[in-house]
């Protein structure tokens, strides 16, 4: 076929489909779109030529600290996953909800439950103990501290009555937001062993929308009861030096929780972009054939499948180098490559293979 009877060919069937070539008669807008998407990235193995990789083109989650620090306050960063899941949908292919999901509900699930053994003792023990005495004329801590004997025990006995059900508040708040955590994750659970496949937890996922943080943002409620805690520390130090250190200790873990807290979500939101912005790296026929050409031209020895697999594929650097990635190959691009290792392998030893047993050596995992 002639290139003019071919372009000529693309040309009618882009008319047909409502695509219009661009001003120079060159490739139509779906193909300059392709291209635009398409870089060309280094391999591993430094000797091998460099191949084009195309780009996800999935929208990038927000980096920026106070982005990080509102998200690990809502649980925004819980749903990078089903973002990824729901662009998937485009393509006809839904994968990792059912996993994502149970692995979420899980893990929260059996740390709520934990933390929820903790608080409910602490919510009937440890209210007023610290306000009342044990018998009369024994005191009690509030009293005996540096803050009860400056305010005086007549200020000290009329705040004890506030501070019972300050205290009181805080650890039902705490009880009741680790007990709601352990309780959502338990029904989620029972929900995905019913919609069971990986279309139907997408399908959950879509239709429960931001509930879907609500255990995460309930196990949050729960931390709460940190507060009761705190305020019965803070009474407790019977000098001013243990005040102010123990003052300086609190004040250092808030701000580290919360200063901190948003540089692992921040952390986590780039490495989900970085991994998330180049498809898997796919080699024709003959890309596959060269690279496997070139690989045994400088590794004459041979080696195992796997360390030619990890040197084909290509290696994104960033600015930033630890944010640094290597692209694998995909699926059809493993087993082309598989094909002629096996087939040069074989040659080396002197043996040649059939066609039938080089696709079984193919599609076998690699060793």
């Given amino acids: 076929m002639l290139a003019g009877e071919g372009w000529s060919r693309v040309s009618q069937a882009s008319r047909s489909n409502g695509d219009k070539p661009d001003e120079d008669g060159g490739p139509v807008a779906g193909e300059e779109a392709e291209d635009a998407k398409k870089c060309t ?3 591993v193995a430094e000797y ?3 191949r084009s990789v195309l780009r996800t083109g999935n929208k990038k989650a927000n980096e920026g600290y106070l982005a990080s620090m509102w998200s690990a306050n809502t649980g925004g960063f819980l749903v990078l996953a089903d973002k990824m ?6 393509k006809g292919v839904v994968q990792g909800a059912r996993d994502n999901l149970i692995n979420e509900c899980t893990n929260m699930g059996l740390i709520s439950a934990l933390m929820l053994t903790m608080i409910l003792p602490m919510a009937y023990d440890n209210v007023n103990d610290w306000l009342e005495e044990d018998f009369p004329g024994s005191g009690f801590i509030f009293l005996d501290s540096y803050i009860g004997q400056q305010i005086g025990e007549t200020y000290v006995n009329a705040a004890s009555p506030t501070l019972n059900d300050i205290v009181l508040i805080f650890y039902v708040i705490g009880f009741a937001g680790y007990l709601f955590s352990t309780i959502m994750t338990v029904v989620m659970l029972l929900c995905v062993g019913e919609v069971q496949t990986e279309m139907g937890c997408h399908v959950y996922l879509k239709n429960i929308g931001f509930m879907s943080r609500m255990p995460f943002l309930c196990f949050l409620m729960g931390c709460l009861f940190a507060v009761a805690s705190g305020l019965r520390f ?7 030096g243990g005040l102010v250190v123990l003052g300086l200790v609190v ?7 919360f200063f901190g807290s948003p540089v692992l979500i921040q952390a986590a939101i780039k490495a ?5 912005e180049y498809e898997d790296l796919r080699l024709s026929l003959s890309e596959a054939e060269e690279d496997v050409e070139c690989w045994f031209s400088h590794n004459p020895d041979g080696g195992p499948l796997t360390d030619c697999l990890q040197e084909l594929g290509c290696f994104v650097q960033h600015q930033n180098r630890a944010c640094d990635v290597i692209l694998p190959l995909d699926s059809i691009s493993e087993h082309r490559v598989a094909y002629f290792f096996h087939k040069k392998q074989a040659e080396t030893l002197g043996i040649t293979l059939s066609p039938i047993d080089l696709y079984r050596l193919s599609t076998e995992p690699a060793k």
């Fill in 41 to 43: 990235i280094r391999r």
């Fill in 48 to 50: 091998l030529p460099p």
């Fill in 85 to 90: 899941i729901k662009s998937d949908e485009s």
């Fill in 234 to 240: 803070i009474v407790t130090p019977k000098t001013p």
């Fill in 251 to 257: 004040l250092f873990l808030i701000a580290g929780m």
């Fill in 272 to 276: 989900h972009n970085v991994i998330h």
